[in-house]
Every structure is written in structure tokens, then in C-alpha cells.
């Protein structure tokens, strides 16, 4: 049976699956139940310093942008850190290791940027038993206008500088949370390695406005009649997230950076998605808050599954197996070429294909045959775009099959060639060596 069990820089859990940093571990109320429930580990909601605590709005903290069958695609949160006493948040975390040892303990910090600001906050954690911290530089909205959050991780330079504050403070493993409003994932990742950083963690959330009250025109959710952006998340953000992972996990300054994966996981599959692409453990906020904290037994089941399904042994022999499959478009073989398949046992003659593929696409398919409906592909006019799988209602009934060097093109009449060819090296780019 394959093994889940987990070894984080250096940080044990028995699986991957931690809840992130957000109102499902905001207590020890909370904390304790996801334990319960099989959670390998949490990031406990972010702390502040000491002193009055933040204040959030007594009204809508969260929106959702829903699918006509009210599925929840993405949710949007405009709480901010956390609203409780320093003291006791320190008091729960403390209590909660102690009963839940061979569980992941990671504490999430926000301070202003300054370096006694995090020296004290950091000296305050030395007897929770908490096993490592994350350096929140990711919330996009209320905490970045105070000069933290996301206005620390949109410059490179802060965030090397506060990394390297917290490894001289503390001796606990130290995680960066990046955000992802920003150009350019790679540069506040190389900062955070720069700064000594033992791990990164992605993405926090996106900013974002769900919409407006088509009766008031205001936008809403609103609060007394005015709303603010907040922070994007759930389902929708997972190819955002995904696209960042694999560019730090395939970034030559980067590779080899150990990577928690946020955003958009809701079951093994997304887990799985982001363990392949580089994330040694992956974090869950959404998902827990719509489904409840049990979510995390089919994750660890069908991972499992999975596992002895393929020979696995342990989680670390999945991390990154995609990465070198992720590559830029200019790379890309454009001597290979694949035609669409329509499966007729299977097709039950909606015709959903070829009305996106004539309207707009290609005209590929075919609508008609002796008088009655019937959908087949034109290969002479098909050009592989994968339109018609996408669209396609029916699981597996459209593929696409790979011509083989030798085999002819209908559509442009020439043979398809076995030697790999990209833009680098194509006669219509005046960059490549070949045009010049």
C-alpha cells in the first residue's frame, strides 16, 4: 500500500494535504476537527503583532462566482488576518501540537517591515512547538494598503530582506507565501531562495471584483452600500496557479526549491496536478470552507489509489515528474500533427462539435450524411486544435490521433516528417538561424 507520509524541508506530516492559512484554521476549534478528519497538516491563520488586533468588517466577507446548477467555481474573501489575541492564538497553537505531534504545525506571520517587528514575533514563537513558519507576503487587499502582504511580495528586494530576518531570528523552517499579482513569478522566488528561504508556497489570491447588483449598481457583495476587492481563490485560480508552480519548479535559479502548491485543490486529481509539477505538499482553503474538512479522506484515499494503481511507492517519487514536459511555446514540435476522431458508438448526435468547430473554428465536421445527422471530421480541413474534445458532452468520444511520420496531411499535402522542427529554427522567423 503506498505511503503518504510526508518529509517537508525537514517537516513531518502523514500526508500532503494541509490546510491553508485562512479562516478553517483560525482556532484551535477549527484545528482540532481537521485533525480529526485526517488532515496531514495546517498553516495557522496569520498572526500579528502583539496589541490591538485588526479589525474586520461585520458584514459580507466573501463572494462567490457560481455556475448556473449554483456549483462554486470562485470564491473572492475580503477578511483579513487574523482578528484575535496574540496571546491566546500563541496559547492554541501551543496546546495543539502538543496533542496532535505527528501532525504539521506551520504558523503564519504578517508584521510591518521592519526587522524588530519580526524579531519579536518570531521570539514569541520559540515554545509553541510550532515545526516551521510562512512569511505571509501574498493578501492582496486591507493588510498590503498597511504596507504588508502583497506590497512586500511585489518587490523582490523586501522579500529577500525579510526572509534573511527571519532564518537569522529563527531557527524554524522558513516558508514564503508568494503572491500572484505580479509579471513575473520568478523573481520573487529567486529573491525568497536569495534570502535563504527552505521552501516557497503558491498562490495566494489573485485580486479580484465579483460583480455588480444589476438593481442598485452597486458592486457587490458591498458593505453598507460599498464593496472592496479582495482576494480571488477556488477552483477558477487552479491554471493560474499551476502555470506559476511549474515556472519556479523549471526556472534554472529556482529548480530544486521545495514548493507547497495552493490554489484551486479540491480533490486528489487537482492534488495530484500540483505534486507532478513540483509541490511536495499541497495547501487547501476553498474546498475545506464548501465541503467541510472531510474532503480530505477522498483526497488521501484516491491518492493512495492512485499510487498503487502506478507502482508508487511514496508521494516523493511523484514530486516534479512533469516538469520537463512543461516547456515554452517556441519549443513546441510544429512538425507534429494530430486529427480529431469522433468515436460513432459513442456520439449521441448533439452536435455540439460542429457547431463550435464551424462557427468558430476550422469547418472541420461534418453535420449531415445521406439525409440524416451524422458528425465526422474532415481531415482535410482539420488543423488538431482539440475545440471539438473540449466541447465535446461525451467522455472520450472525440480524440485525437497522432499522424505518423511518413502518413500524409489531407490539409496541406505533405508528409509528415520525423525530424523535430520548432520556431527556433522555422525559415518565418527572422530571428532563427536558418532566415538569416
Not at 272 to 295: H, N, P
Not at 330 to 358: F, M, T
Request: aromatic share 6%.
Amino acid at each position: 500500500m503506498a505511503n503518504l507520509h510526508t518529509n517537508f524541508i525537514g517537516i513531518q506530516s502523514p500526508n500532503p494535504f494541509w490546510l491553508a492559512s485562512a479562516p478553517p484554521t483560525d482556532k484551535a476549534y477549527n484545528v482540532n476537527r481537521a485533525f480529526e478528519a485526517g488532515w496531514g497538516g495546517v498553516v495557522w491563520k496569520t498572526l500579528g503583532e502583539a496589541g490591538p488586533p485588526v479589525v474586520n468588517v461585520n458584514g459580507p466577507r466573501y463572494g462567490a462566482l457560481m455556475t448556473n446548477d449554483r456549483r462554486m467555481m470562485g470564491f473572492n474573501n475580503i477578511e483579513l488576518i487574523t482578528d484575535r489575541d496574540l496571546e491566546l492564538n500563541l496559547k492554541e497553537i501551543r496546546e495543539v501540537k502538543r496533542n496532535w505531534q505527528d501532525r504539521a504545525m506551520i504558523v503564519s506571520l504578517m508584521v510591518p517591515c521592519e526587522e524588530q517587528s519580526w524579531k519579536n514575533i518570531l521570539a514569541r514563537l520559540v515554545d509553541t512547538g510550532a515545526d516551521g513558519i510562512e512569511l505571509n507576503f501574498g493578501c492582496p487587499h486591507g493588510m498590503s494598503e498597511r504596507g504588508m502582504g502583497a506590497a512586500v511580495g511585489q518587490v523582490p528586494e523586501y522579500i529577500e530582506m525579510v526572509t534573511a530576518w527571519c532564518k537569522q531570528y529563527s531557527k524554524l523552517p522558513v516558508i514564503v507565501k508568494l503572491t500572484p499579482n505580479i509579471t513575473d513569478i520568478r523573481k520573487p522566488a529567486q529573491a525568497a531562495k536569495r534570502g535563504g528561504a527552505d521552501a516557497v508556497s503558491l498562490i495566494n489570491t489573485i485580486n479580484s471584483i465579483m460583480g455588480v447588483d444589476p438593481y442598485t449598481l452597486t458592486m457587490s457583495p458591498s458593505t453598507g452600500g460599498k464593496g472592496s476587492h479582495g482576494g480571488y481563490c477556488g477552483p477558477a485560480v487552479k491554471p493560474i496557479a499551476l502555470n506559476m508552480v511549474a515556472e519556479i519548479a523549471r526556472d534554472p535559479a529556482t529548480a530544486g526549491l521545495p514548493i507547497s502548491g495552493i490554489g484551486g485543490i479540491g480533490n486528489w486529481r487537482d492534488a495530484l496536478d500540483f505534486i507532478a509539477l513540483g509541490s511536495g505538499t499541497v495547501q487547501v482553503c476553498t474546498a475545506a470552507m464548501v465541503y467541510g474538512f472531510k474532503i480530505v479522506q477522498e483526497m488521501s484515499d484516491g491518492l493512495s489509489n492512485y499510487m498503487d494503481e502506478m507502482g508508487f511507492k511514496s508521494v516523493s517519487e511523484i514530486v516534479g515528474k512533469a516538469v520537463p514536459t512543461v516547456s515554452d511555446w517556441r519549443y513546441l514540435n510544429l512538425n507534429h500533427i494530430s486529427k480529431a476522431v469522433i468515436n460513432q458508438d459513442s456520439c449521441i448526435q448533439c452536435g455540439r462539435c460542429h457547431i463550435a468547430c464551424e462557427d468558430t473554428s476550422h469547418q472541420a465536421i461534418t453535420n449531415m450524411k445521406d439525409g440524416k445527422r451524422f458528425f465526422e471530421v474532415k481531415e482535410d480541413e482539420c488543423v488538431g486544435c482539440n475545440l471539438c474534445v473540449t466541447v465535446c458532452p461525451v467522455p472520450e468520444c472525440i480524440s485525437l490521433r497522432d499522424l505518423v511520420p511518413g502518413e500524409t496531411d489531407q490539409r496541406t499535402g505533405k508528409t509528415v516528417s520525423a525530424v523535430h522542427a520548432d520556431w527556433t529554427t522555422h525559415p518565418n522567423n527572422p530571428m532563427s538561424a536558418k532566415a538569416a
